[in-house]
């Protein structure tokens, strides 16, 4: 399974533009990653496998983007496209978060809401986020947060010195 994680977080950089990147490790579920020419610094990992229908590979990320001032911001790459006006629940250590987002993407509302959904990522073993798909069935997808304050740790330190 780890090396699915990497050969996916591998893929997923490929299919991006920039070649200036630093693979931090891999950690658990987790991989770090730096790119000194944006700059940004991320931590990724791919969804829990599921035998259900996925339109997308599910990947949830946080990122780091020194110029920008943004720190620990939150990403959910879903396997489905959404329902327009859908809820989007992040069950998280014992809590629902309700999350914001469109097309087949969700994210926290604000600066607070990235800072709670990483402090419980640093505690918890696994997080689901779960919504409508745009046919209106229920779906969710699973992360195991194995290695994410790692991984968050790695991504926070690579990207301290970038400007």
């Known amino acids: 399974m ?4 990497l050969a996916f977080a591998v893929l997923l950089l490929a299919a991006s533009p920039a070649l200036a990147r630093d693979a931090l490790g891999m950690f658990g579920a987790w ?6 020419a944006v700059p940004r610094c991320y931590a990724i990992a791919m969804a829990a496998p599921s035998a259900k229908q996925r339109e997308y590979q599910p990947y949830a990320d946080v990122a ?4 920008a001032g943004a720190r ?17 629940t992040l069950s998280l250590g014992g809590q629902r978060i309700a999350l914001t987002g469109g097309g087949a993407d969700a994210w926290a509302s604000d600066k607070r809401g990235d800072a709670a959904i990483v402090a419980g990522m640093r505690s918890a073993g ?3 986020v779960s919504s409508r798909d745009a046919s ?10 194995t290695g994410a304050a790692t991984a968050m740790d790695a ?9």
């Open 72 to 88: 620990g911001q939150v990403h959910f790459r879903l396997s489905r496209k959404l329902q327009p006006n859908a809820a989007i």
């Open 31 to 36: 991989g770090a990653f730096r790119d000194a």
């Open 126 to 128: 696994e997080m689901t």
């Open 136 to 145: 209106g069935g229920g779906f969710s997808n699973t992360w195991d947060l």
């Open 155 to 163: 991504a926070t330190l690579a990207c301290a010195s970038l400007r």
């Open 2 to 5: 780890r090396a699915a994680r």
């Open 64 to 67: 780091w983007w020194p110029r």
